[in-house]
């Protein structure tokens, strides 16, 4: 064997470090050269600055790639990662001492130090961890070798000093340590790498045998596919019947775990209620591999498909652990085998995009024919909107299936129109496709049963059950209405907050046989489409309808417009909220608020089964309160749609403690 050109850089310690190193094997001779690093010329950059991640290595890998050296001799946290393109780790030798110490004045302790003593730390996470001891010291920021960094302590340049432990031993300096510190270090720390160009095998297998990546075990990542066993891989099953350890979510099939013999781990995330966070999972996996466990990541769906794949293997890689991937079957191609929707279709769509709409803030609206979000349950109304916002007609198709591919799966065909004013229960897996593809399949929504809870029924849909489940009954003693109407000249305003309050009103207009045309003063404010038919009716058009049918709406219009010191006649069941009238008062006008109509429970409403409709409506907050009377928990699996923003607003209040699928607020 010729003798081996070896590299480092010129500090004490480098140089050390190769004698160290290499002293494990007596098979051939080596020359070293040594040479400064960007890193080293440069001790006026801080390490906690956002340096390059080669800052220390850069010249050294050049001169490997260049054929100036056969190996080069790191410490293996100063490796980059990923590494330069041609080479390769060809040792990871062990670490004797993976802590950190505390050089300092007099040999005080970190607890034994003044209040607001200096510190010294080339490391980021080196002064979160003296800061969660100490939050009262000054970190400063360090750099130089071993022997430089310490004559500042001396100098009294810093209080103290925090360097590894280990390179205080290789230095013979063991004695200026004040005491081990009870910090996290980084996993790398006091490991030794022997880096060379790829395809040297010849000298690789020079250090195969001190190699300690040899005793872990390799982590792969399996994707399970959206929830059905008979969608995994069979080489995810191979996979998991080798694993030591499997690492679970809860978007799978729990039961169907039990045949393989590995040690289950459960580290299910959804929003809001966290088994364990992404980095308490990426460290369970680093040390489950390190222990020499064979280890497998199991996650719903696609590893690499909103699923944190990259994550994990840059965790685990730059930790140098091997990774794999297995894929699986993402719940988005999953979803359109299981609907018979096509995700593309020769002459209504060429493309389509799958989107996350976890996040509000960041939500994407791509330009693709058919749109497939994930995880957007807690954010449909948003989506929606947006969708609708960027162009999207209100009458494009979309579809919510929950569950995909499991015996549960429920399909439920909706329009944006319908979806602007969504809510969905927050640990249900829902998958939203929008997209004139879904028309295809849109068929079925025609064949969906649709139950009606309020008074009348006048919706379009095709497949209509109309059991009425509040009562309206006119108030006969009427006086106080009677008086108002005799007194209309005082009014500014007239509000009508539902078809009901517009009935009666007129009921005692006429029985006070007053022309019509004494209204004409009078502005007139209608809460919606419905009430404003009513109106019409009486060949009475309002002056204001918002956009949005709700009492807040109503509101913002009288604050826009700053109307202040009005009159206004509010005719309204005796179940009305209070908001309107309060928030009218509070802008400094006079609300005369008149109940004209009960509403009560329908006794006699008969009660069905739940189980057969796919959407319930509801056209007031009362109708919601009667329905939980009536019912009990609104059941799961079926798409609740309420008419007007209180209603909606009743319905959330409804299902916060029930396990809905859809809610929808529809105008």
Not at 514 to 530: P, Q, Y
Request: proline share 4%.
């Amino acid at each position: 064997m010729k003798i081996l050109k070896v590299i480092s850089r010129n500090s004490p310690l480098s140089i050390i470090q190769v004698k160290e190193a290499l002293s494990f094997f007596s098979a051939f001779s080596y020359q070293l050269s040594t040479m400064q690093s960007f890193g080293d010329k440069n001790k006026q950059i801080s390490l906690m600055d956002n340096i390059a991640s080669d800052f220390f290595t850069r010249e050294l890998d050049e001169a490997i790639l260049r054929d100036e050296a056969d190996i080069a001799v790191h410490s293996a946290k100063d490796l980059p990662y990923p590494l330069s393109p041609g080479l390769e780790i060809f040792a990871l030798l062990e670490a004797f001492d993976k802590t950190d110490s505390l050089v300092s004045k007099n040999n005080r302790t970190l607890a034994q130090l003044p209040q607001g003593a200096r510190v010294g730390t080339s490391s980021a996470a080196r002064k979160r961890e003296v800061l969660s001891y100490r939050p009262d010291l000054e970190i400063v920021s360090i750099r130089g070798t071993i022997e430089e960094r310490i004559a500042q302590v001396d100098a009294g340049f810093v209080e103290a000093l925090i360097v590894a432990s280990c390179a205080l031993q290789r230095l013979g300096l063991a004695h200026r340590a004040a005491e081990i510190l009870p910090f996290q270090t980084h996993p790398l720390q006091g490991n030794l790498a022997i880096v060379g160009r790829k395809g040297r095998q010849s000298i690789r297998q020079l250090f195969a045998s001190h190699d300690v990546r040899k005793r872990y075990g390799k982590v792969t990542l399996v994707g399970f596919g959206p929830g059905n066993p008979d969608l995994l891989t069979l080489g995810g099953d191979k996979a998991l019947a080798k694993a030591d350890i499997i690492f679970h979510d809860d978007l799978l099939d729990q039961s169907f775990l039990s045949r393989y013999p590995g040690e289950k781990a459960y580290v299910g995330k959804r929003k809001g209620h966290h088994h364990s966070s992404q980095d308490e999972i990426n460290e369970r996996l680093y040390r489950a591999a390190v222990s020499g466990k064979n280890t497998v990541r199991l996650k719903g769906g696609d590893p690499m498909i909103f699923a944190r794949g990259r994550e994990e293997i840059d965790y685990l890689q730059s930790r140098l652990v091997e990774v794999e991937v297995i894929p699986g079957i993402s719940a988005g191609i999953a979803l359109s085998a299981y609907t018979h929707i096509p995700l593309t279709h020769r002459g209504l769509s060429s493309s389509v995009a799958f989107v996350t709409g976890h996040s509000v803030e960041n939500l994407q609206i791509p330009s693709a024919d058919t749109l497939v979000y994930y995880m957007g349950g807690s954010n449909i109304s948003t989506i929606a909107k947006k969708l609708i916002a960027s162009g999207r007609p209100e009458n494009t198709p979309a579809a919510l299936v929950h569950n995909v591919s499991l015996p549960d799966q429920k399909t439920g065909f909706s329009s944006l129109k319908e979806l602007q004013y969504t809510v969905i229960k927050n640990t249900i897996p829902v998958l939203i496709i929008v997209g004139e593809v879904v028309a295809l399949e849109n068929q079925q929504s025609h064949q969906q049963k649709v139950l009606i809870t309020g008074t009348s029924n006048d919706t379009d849909y095709a497949n209509v059950y109309h059991t009425p489940l509040i009562q309206i009954d006119k108030i006969e003693d009427d006086k106080d209405l009677q008086q108002a109407i005799q007194e209309i000249d005082t009014f500014d305003w007239i509000i009508f907050t539902s078809r009901y309050g517009v009935r009666y009103f007129f009921e005692a207009w006429n029985k006070t046989q007053s022309d019509i045309r004494n209204l004409a003063k009078i502005r007139i404010a209608s809460v919606g489409k419905t009430t404003t038919c009513e109106l019409n009716e009486h060949q009475v058009s309002p002056d204001f309808e918002p956009e949005i049918e709700s009492a807040k709406s109503l509101v913002a219009y009288f604050q826009k417009e700053n109307l202040k010191g009005k009159r206004i006649l509010l005719p309204r069941s005796d179940k009305g909220l209070k908001y309107l009238s309060e928030e009218l008062s509070k802008l400094g006008n006079q609300v005369v608020d008149i109940p004209v109509y009960r509403n009560t429970i329908n006794k006699k409403a008969e009660k069905t089964d739940l189980a057969q409709f796919q959407k319930i409506i509801f056209s007031s907050p009362s109708g919601v309160e009667a329905f939980s009377e009536i019912y009990g928990e609104i059941p799961p699996g079926i798409q609740l749609i309420a008419k007007g923003e209180t209603t909606e607003q009743k319905l959330k209040e409804s299902c916060s403690g029930y396990a809905k699928e859809f809610s929808t607020h529809f105008h």
